[in-house]
């Protein structure tokens, strides 16, 4: 017992992490309550649509960040690379954020429908077409059923996110491999259900905002866009902590580079289910399909999509392939930055054509959202990481992960 308490006290997160909590959350409190303000101010391009619009872009993506933690948690143990164990706990510390991205979720649910979503408005519909797709998906289409589904998707990813981290307490104080078998068996279904849960989430709360359109890939553009948007975070957090002690020296070049090419991976994942449904639905040029890419193409939006074909793709695809630059932790991190930016981006560019179609329009409440919902996020995340170890020390492939960075340090 006294180890396991020197032990927690070796790997204690750095003094500072307290005072850019503090920082992030009076970033996260100023900003939304500018976004708020914003609600009531219609002449300056605010107002209460562009406020729900502008708050499901920064929700959309934080939530994301979420459950592309969890995603990756659960990736980490059947996999049980040594990548893994030292970003175990910064993917911990991103999904039990969770709760805060519930309780965020409320305003969409309570005040928010009516104002993004055609299929709450079927009688207003003037085109006959249009209204009679909206009346035949009715059945799955009505805020009642939307918002159990929601309530499903949320108990499973919290039941999974309080097994997986209360497993992982219980190893650190006990050190016993049972709860690593444990871990490792809740970790094989669950992540069958969070393909499943995330795929219907983002047809849910995204897609649904043009009912008329679907796409059977939509779903896994979701999966590996925001598993690689928790990713490129968790990479930029473990520069830091790899600079500063406690972690100084343990997690070293060679873990930064698995880091690195599991990055390279995941960038291309992203960009063949991207590409994989355009090149689907161009091809098949069938008019309701194709026209959910035309909004996204013409009147200035097209540049937008260039943009993440250069920044998203492109770019970092060249420069990961640098074997030299994933072993540079700095170098590694300013890569992770601009995919993170990106996906920010991206996620933008998925959802404010379904409000402004027939050109580009942007508004300052899109910057002031991501910032609120950012804040706030790392606020959560600060605290949870300070409150464990940074390292699962009684994890049977403890010794091994580091040893790792060591013996392919030179």
């Known amino acids: 017992m006294a180890q396991t308490r020197v032990q927690n006290l070796t790997y204690a997160a750095p003094r500072e992490t307290g005072r850019y909590q503090q920082r992030a959350l009076i970033v996260g409190a100023v900003f939304m309550l500018l976004l708020v303000v914003g609600a009531f101010l219609p002449a300056l391009g605010g107002g209460v649509e562009q406020f729900f619009r502008s708050y499901l872009v920064g929700y959309i993506f934080w939530v994301g960040v979420t459950l592309g933690c969890l995603g990756l948690l659960m990736l980490q143990h059947l996999t049980s690379g040594a990548w893994g164990l ?129 796409s059977t890939i939509y779903g896994l553009l979701y999966v590996a866009g925001w598993v690689l948007s928790a990713f490129a975070l968790v990479i930029a957090v473990m520069v830091y902590l790899a600079t500063r002690k406690p972690l100084e020296g343990l997690v070293q070049a060679p873990h930064f580079h698995d880091l690195g090419k599991l990055l390279l991976a995941f960038v291309m994942l992203w960009a063949y289910f991207s590409f994989s449904q355009f090149l689907i639905i161009w091809s098949g040029n069938i008019p309701e399909e194709t026209k959910w890419y035309l909004h996204r193409l013409r009147g200035g939006w097209g540049w937008v999509g260039i943009g993440l074909v250069i920044l998203h793709f492109a770019l970092p695809f060249v420069l990961l392939l640098s074997r030299d630059l994933k072993r540079n932790a700095r170098r590694l991190a300013t890569i992770a930055g601009l995919i993170f930016l990106m996906r ?36 959560f995340f600060s605290w949870q990481l300070s409150l464990r170890p940074l390292l699962p020390f009684n994890d049977p492939e403890f010794e091994e992960a580091i040893e790792h960075g060591r013996r392919k340090g030179h």
Do not use: C
């Open 86 to 214: 030292v970003i175990r706990r910064v993917l911990e510390a991103g999904t039990r954020v969770l709760p805060l991205m519930l309780l965020l979720f409320l305003p969409i649910a309570i005040f928010g429908l009516t104002h993004l979503y055609e299929w709450m408005h079927i009688s207003e519909v003037r085109e006959e077409t249009v209204r009679r797709i909206l009346n035949a998906k009715r059945p799955y289409l009505n805020p009642t059923f939307f918002l159990i589904r929601t309530a499903l998707y949320f108990a499973i990813w919290m039941g999974l996110m309080f097994l997986l981290n209360k497993w992982s307490a219980e190893q650190d104080r006990t050190a016993e491999r049972q709860y690593s078998r444990k871990m490792q068996y809740l970790s094989g279904p669950g992540i069958i259900l969070f393909v499943l849960t995330v795929t219907f989430a983002s047809v849910d709360w995204v897609m649904s905002l043009n009912p008329e359109w679907f």
């Open 344 to 379: 920010i981006v991206d996620v933008f560019w998925l959802i404010e054509p379904e409000f402004n179609r027939a050109h580009f329009k942007f508004s300052w409440m899109d910057i002031v959202a991501p910032i609120a919902f950012g804040g706030l996020w790392l606020a």
